[in-house]
């Protein structure tokens, strides 16, 4: 019988992160609760998600979904010249879905009926036995365990490190999708099978294909970018980041709020910087939508029986394409940790603490080490090992 039969969890945030613990801690008997605090259920803007083991393992291991009927794939990394010319080519296997296809998939596992939408935690504290979250609907909820997994701008993390604060990096990342198929044919064969590059002064793009919403097939997969631009902060950012209503984006703008002149200029410059390919992708987005790319780390990650994981604990800049992986090996190293802890909550907190910060600053450091080579020392040179994909390093 699992150990934690007559234990209680409450996972705060229904992200992809929030959903791998979640599942887990069920596995492990806990009753568990997912408190995530938007009123409708995620969609993840159709952006992309570069698939790394720890982030499918569990549909590898427990799951009776497969990740291939998940995922698009291809079997080459290349980079881009100004003519579409191939400057550096090698094979590198790598998967991707779509964050909406992949946290759809997580919570078909988990259910909807303990998951509650439209509760945005407030507070939190604990006594010996149990530790209670605040609602700011006035709802209050006593968990064994509470697990924060409500990203960046996390209340739980304020609760552990109030000195842990939001870094910007000097830049954003423009994001977007177009169908594939709507692609002239010439473009589709240079992107090909590939996750294709384009890097130039002070700025790169990466791009690389995902499932739709309605499945991975030729006439249903999207094109996915990312591309990195640099905008001074202070008043050139705050005024970029008002959005077509007049509110505030801290962290992102939506789809559709991007004010037109910035998507007119974003449109521009690609067609002049980017290899063609590339551009072509850009500019055919109908809905750009704008990331505001920083760092923060805090320097607990538990507390008695509370426990930060993923991006609320430390968020890093995408290049690594590592963010959801990393949240997912918080959770199955805390998965290990309550196993091995004969039932003890806050031992198993403790236990699990140290490894996880330790692979949250390292994750850390790389990724802005990738993205200073890229602004603004113009050092990432096609190939180079150090700048690939992964939670734990570069493959080689």
């Known amino acids: 019988m699992p150990q934690y039969t007559h234990a209680r969890a409450a996972v705060i945030g229904g992200s992809i992160g929030g959903l791998t613990t979640a599942l887990l801690l069920r596995d492990l008997g806990f009753a568990v609760d997912v408190y995530e605090r938007t009123p409708t259920p995620l969609d993840g803007r159709g952006g992309g998600i570069v698939l790394q083991p720890d982030t499918v393992r569990w549909f590898a291991e427990r799951s009776e979904q497969h990740p291939e009927a998940l995922s698009t794939a291809t079997e080459y990394v290349q980079y881009l010249g100004p003519d579409n010319e191939i400057l550096h080519r090698e094979r590198r296997r790598w998967t991707y879905t779509s964050w909406g296809t992949f946290y759809r998939a997580l919570l078909a596992d988990f259910g909807t009926e303990h998951y509650h939408l439209g509760e945005f935690a407030c507070g939190v504290s604990q006594e010996a036995d149990h530790a209670t979250v605040r609602f700011v609907s006035g709802k209050q909820a006593q968990a064994e365990l509470v697990v924060f997994a409500d990203g960046i701008t996390s209340i739980g993390r304020r609760a552990l490190d109030q000195d842990a604060e939001l870094e910007y ?21 240079v992107l ?37 631009r640099n905008v001074p902060a202070g008043a050139e950012l705050a005024e970029m980041l008002i959005d077509k209503r007049g509110f505030t984006g801290a962290v992102s703008l939506h789809p559709g709020q991007v004010q037109d002149r910035y998507v007119d200029e974003m449109r521009a410059t690609a067609a002049e910087l980017l290899a063609p390919a590339a551009a072509e992708v850009v500019t055919a987005t109908e809905q750009p939508y704008v990331q505001v790319v920083s760092d923060v780390r805090s320097a607990k990650m538990a507390d008695g029986r509370i426990a ?35 039932g003890d909550i806050p031992a198993a907190l403790r ?34 090992p150090e700048l690939r994909f992964g939670l734990y390093g570069p493959v080689r």
């Open 351 to 384: 236990k699990w603490e140290p490894g996880q910060l330790e692979l949250g600053a390292r994750l850390l450091a790389r990724v802005k080490e990738m993205g200073e080579r890229s602004q603004f020392h113009n050092t990432w040179t096609p190939g180079d």
């Open 192 to 228: 090909g099978n590939a996750i294709s590059y384009s890097v130039v002064p002070h700025s790169h793009i990466t791009l690389y294909p995902i499932p739709g919403e309605t499945g991975t097939g030729p006439k249903d997969r999207l094109v996915n970018y990312v591309w990195y």
């Open 308 to 342: 930060l994981l993923g991006d609320a604990a430390s968020a890093a800049r995408p290049h690594a394409a590592a963010g959801t992986a990393k949240a997912a090996a918080d959770a199955w190293a805390l998965a290990d940790a309550l196993t091995a802890a004969d």
């Open 169 to 189: 990096s000097g830049y954003v990342g423009w994001r977007g999708t177009v169908p594939e198929h709507l692609l002239p044919g010439g473009t589709r064969a």
